[in-house]
T-cell receptor
Framework: DAGVIQSPRHEVTEMGQEVTLRCKPI?????LFWYRQTMMRGLELLIY????????DSGMPEDRFSAKMPNASFSTLKIQPSEPRDSAVYFC?????????FGEGSRLTVL | GIQVEQSPPDLILQEGANSTLRCNFS?????LQWFHQNPWGQLINLFY???GTKQNGRLSATTVATERYSLLYISSSQTTDSGVYFC???????????FGKGTLLTVNP
């Protein structure tokens, strides 16, 4: 079975540009999570969904960040406008619930 | 929220050595997982172990939920075991996985 699929794997953009990260969870999983990893802050939960509904977005750093899950097989995390401090690896993960499985991450660099 | 502490923060081993990594958590948990983040950044599931003991090859894990800790054992370490090992837990009525800061393991040939 395919795991969690994220795209793009790498993104380099300039400050002020819009960034959209995409995630396809494992089929049948009804929980989807977005995490951010930086050296300074480690792994932080940004938002999670259950059955496509956002349950907790308290980790979203500010209004520049938004996430959607229009259906069970697709989610996006958008940053608009992007800033250099948003540079990080963004992970998507899904679960049934129970065991959590991560995608390979999207490495974002904002210049 | 629930606190997760991992020890040691760093560990350097010679190939073939054994090691034990520890994870302490501050409250009762519904879910506990161990992950290995390899040098390429991938987060690999090692164990889903809210309680009890599991083994997978050279790796094994034990969680004593009543005493709020989990241990990850690595035997006969190999250079490919290098990376960061994370413990992560879910506590309470939500489904948020909270991560510890990790143990950076370096296995030298």
């Amino acid at each position: 079975d395919a795991g969690v699929i994220q795209s793009p794997r790498h993104e380099v953009t300039e400050m002020g540009q819009e960034v959209t990260l995409r995630c396809k969870p494992i089929s049948g999983h009804d929980y989807l999570f977005w995490y951010r990893q930086t050296m300074m802050r480690g792994l932080e939960l940004l938002i999670y969904f259950n059955n496509n509904v956002p349950i907790d977005d308290s980790g979203m750093p500010e209004d520049r960040f938004s996430a959607k899950m229009p259906n069970a097989s697709f989610s996006t995390l958008k940053i608009q406008p992007s800033e250099p401090r948003d540079s990080a690896v963004y992970f998507c993960a899904s679960s049934f619930p129970g065991e959590l499985f991560f995608g390979e991450g999207s490495r974002l660099t904002v210049l | 929220g629930i606190q997760v502490e991992q020890s040691p923060p760093d560990l350097i081993l010679q190939e073939g050595a054994n090691s034990t990594l520890r994870c302490n958590f501050s409250d009762s948990v519904n879910n506990l997982q161990w992950f290995h983040q390899n040098p390429w950044g991938q987060l690999i599931n090692l164990f889903y172990i809210p309680s009890g003991t599991k083994q997978n090859g050279r790796l094994s894990a034990t969680t004593v939920a009543t005493e709020r800790y989990s241990l990850l054992y690595i035997s006969s370490s190999q250079t490919t075991d290098s990376g960061v090992y994370f413990c992560a837990v879910v506590g309470g009525s939500n489904y948020k996985l909270t991560f510890g800061k990790g143990t950076l393991l370096t296995v030298n040939p």
